[in-house]
């Protein structure tokens, strides 16, 4: 193994994690406020895809595409928490089958409306450059400068300012953040569509560097469960934890291996890891 071949696959698991970071967080937010197992999760991640796909097919600029994926599936979240989602609170294993049925009708109707083929987005920046004596594409770099922006923003705002200082007063105890005047069935609400949001962008983002078909959630839903778990459910700095463990794992062992080994590997390290410590990294226990 060459230094340029090692160093490319160390950024790109590096890139990996940072993607299942911003995946993960929206599905511990969802959780650890709502107590919403959202199998959904992975369809609002191939939406923002497929937003970006529509979006280019309509002619719009990429860039566009991303805006738009973040704000489509915001929406589309909306609709979701208003219909649904919302008639479940406090019934999580509800929220299972209500979310795997929704996750189901999603598939289809982009089936319907997309066709059951993979589609192609062109990146923005077709170049590479020379990183860290590498050449190196420049849209990886905008990914892993994209994500550690938003993850940043997101951890900001849920622990520095007075919408973060609420929504874990809720998460902490609902009713008497209720007694204490905090909106809980608005921050319900709010939460979702923020989640909802993540999934979307980081869809339209990794649009680029993947086919986008109906079946692409999938391959980031599970590591981002595995990822909340490993990290502590409920905790954002545990799903930095998670993120890391299993997107590096992932990274190195499917370069020495091959992907599914890799899985296989992955898969291994968490069990074990959840049987020496069931509440996570950072998890506090019940």
């Known amino acids: 193994m060459d230094f340029s071949s090692l160093m490319i696959q160390v950024l790109n698991g590096f890139d990996l994690i940072l993607i299942l970071i911003l995946v993960a967080i929206g599905l511990v937010i969802i959780y650890g406020l709502m107590e919403v197992i ?51 609170y406090e019934r999580p294993l ?15 109707f982009i089936i319907i409306v997309c066709g059951p ?9 077709a170049a590479s450059v020379i990183f860290l004596g590498i050449e190196y594409p420049v849209y990886r770099l905008f990914t892993m400068a994209a994500s550690i922006a938003v993850i940043t923003l997101t951890l900001y705002i849920f622990l520095r300012t007075d919408f973060g200082l609420q929504a874990r007063a809720v998460i902490a ?66 799903v930095l934890w998670g993120g890391s463990i299993i ?12 992907p599914v080994g890799a899985q296989i590997i992955v898969f291994s390290i968490a069990v074990v890891l959840i049987r020496l410590r069931p509440q996570g990294i950072l998890g506090k226990k019940s």
């Open 38 to 88: 959202n199998i959904a999760h992975g369809e609002f991640f191939l939406l923002g895809a497929y937003t970006v796909v529509i979006a280019q097919q309509w002619g719009l600029h990429f860039w566009i595409g991303m805006i738009l994926s973040l704000i489509v599936v915001g929406f589309i979240g909306l609709a979701i928490e208003f219909l649904c989602i919302r008639r479940l």
């Open 94 to 108: 509800d929220t299972i089958l209500a979310t795997w049925g929704i996750s189901i009708g999603i598939k289809q």
């Open 117 to 125: 083929a993979g589609q192609v987005v062109h990146t923005p920046f």
């Open 173 to 238: 105890n609902r009713n008497m953040s209720s007694v204490l005047g905090i909106n809980t069935r608005k921050m319900y609400r709010t939460t979702f569509i923020f989640g909802s949001a993540l999934a979307g962008l980081a869809g339209g983002i990794m649009s680029p560097l993947m086919s986008v078909d109906p079946q692409m959630g999938l391959g980031y839903l599970v590591p981002a469960f595995l990822a909340i778990i490993l990290g502590g459910v409920g905790s954002l700095y545990g």
């Open 247 to 258: 997107g590096g794992a992932d990274s190195i062992f499917s370069y020495l291996i091959s």
